[in-house]
């Protein structure tokens, strides 16, 4: 993406594949998610001032679909010989429908339960506007869930609780300690299901959200968390391009399985639960609170920064329990706006980053996050200095923040936790 120019965010549904060229001009391109009904399969972006052909476009299409495509067919035999690029690249919709419709029946063809035992719990602090418009994404969904619960965190006035007095179906509590943390564990125990599922007042979610984080649970009685995929609301700002280039929630279009292979690979770097996926779009059996603790409350946004969500990932996983990261389970997330605002959230990222993994170390000895803490970091951040420093760095605007807040992560780690 071209870091000073915004991205119009489209969608293409496969089913309608009736485009025989695409234009873009002025100073804004276009971010495009490509879709089967409603299964996400890729993304590609067109940069400002682009005119491309069909064929060109087409092209586009099948490199940014072909491997989750790969994966829906992966164990239908029949529909592997099939030459599906062939059919998007001459633009024959027909065919392509067909195969699609049969690649994908198991997993479109579903009757929706009006209602789901499920959770979802909301923390929000001072952003009404905002949580109205997560509020409604969630009323229009196909399936409900069977509680909604807003944790109206340490208020400046009531606009919250009025706007959640709107809605029938609505719960809210107001939690007068501020925290992240502190907000979702309140959630957590007012919650009164077995799954309780967590997403961000800066969120709309999909229309099949609930369904998809319900099915989850529902077909692996040995999962105890999942994360979904992240999409960008929009791009209309260079902070939220810089932001979705650079620190997407986006972590792909296929299932990834987390369990004792993906710990035995990784335990002795540091496994990168970060990379798991996002707060903004996960969910967990209840139990696994009652059993390995609630979030850790010196973690999180109002406190570490943020990683609390990454740090319970990493309990439930050094525990022998499983996650997965589910992308049909689909979330759209408003990135910040401003540079200013990005900066900030850009060093309490790596502060929260740096304590986490520090937290990380004490519950697993043999995990590698000391080292990646006081060796590959430094010498990570380093190489990027000296880039910049021979005039070769690029798109380093925020260095500065980061190494700032790996500082901060450090001082606040020895002062909150005394290890």
Not at 46 to 75: E, M, R
Not at 226 to 245: C, D, H, M, R, W
Not at 310 to 330: C, G, K
Request: proline residues 3%; charged residues 25%.
């Amino acid at each position: 993406m071209k870091e000073n120019f915004s991205y119009k965010v489209c969608h293409l549904f496969l089913e309608n594949l009736t485009i025989p060229s695409f234009t873009v001009t002025g100073n804004q391109g276009v971010y495009l998610t490509i879709w089967w009904r409603e299964i996400p399969l890729g993304d590609l972006e067109l940069a400002p001032n682009t005119k491309i052909s069909s064929n060109i476009f087409y092209q586009k299409v099948v490199d940014s679909i072909k491997v989750t495509l790969g994966f829906y067919i992966q164990n239908q035999d029949a529909l592997q010989r099939v030459d599906w690029k062939r059919m998007i690249l001459e633009g024959r919709g027909d065919d392509l429908r067909i195969f699609l419709e049969k690649a994908f029946l198991k997993f479109t063809h579903i009757e929706h339960p009006k209602e789901l035992p499920i959770s979802i719990i909301i923390c929000t602090r001072n952003r009404a506007k905002d949580l109205k418009r997560c509020l409604d994404s969630i009323m229009g969904m196909d399936s409900l869930p069977a509680e909604v619960i807003v944790i109206d965190n340490a208020p400046h006035d009531d606009q919250t609780k009025d706007l959640v007095s709107v809605y029938n179906k609505v719960k809210y509590f107001k939690e007068a300690r501020p925290g992240l943390s502190i907000a979702r564990n309140r959630g957590v125990v007012e919650s009164s299901q077995m799954i309780v599922s967590f997403t961000d007042d800066d969120v709309e979610v999909h229309k099949d959200w609930a369904y998809r984080v319900w099915e989850a649970f529902a077909n692996n009685k040995k999962l105890y968390a999942i994360t979904g995929l992240v999409l960008p609301k929009e791009l209309n700002s260079p902070a939220q391009v810089l932001f979705e280039k650079s620190w997407s929630f986006n972590k792909g279009y296929v299932n990834t399985e987390y369990n004792a292979k993906y710990w035995g690979e990784y335990l002795s770097i540091g496994p990168p639960v970060w990379d798991i996926g996002a707060g903004a779009n996960m969910a967990f059996r209840k139990d696994v609170f009652n059993t390995l603790g609630y979030f850790d409350e010196k973690l999180g946004a109002g406190a570490s920064g943020c990683s609390e969500d990454s740090e319970m990932w990493f309990r439930i996983l050094n525990n022998n329990y499983e996650m997965e990261y589910r992308p049909l389970a689909v979330v759209f997330h408003k990135h910040r706006y401003k540079i200013s605002e990005l900066k900030s959230q850009i060093f309490q990222y790596m502060k929260g980053h740096v304590v986490a993994a520090l937290v990380q170390q004490t519950q697993n000895k043999n995990a590698g996050y000391r080292k990646y803490v006081f060796l590959k970091l430094p010498k990570y951040y380093l190489k990027k200095v000296m880039k910049i420093w021979r005039g070769k760095g690029r798109n380093f605007k925020f260095i500065r923040n980061e190494i700032m807040g790996i500082f901060a992560g450090v001082f606040f780690y020895y002062k909150k936790y005394g290890n």
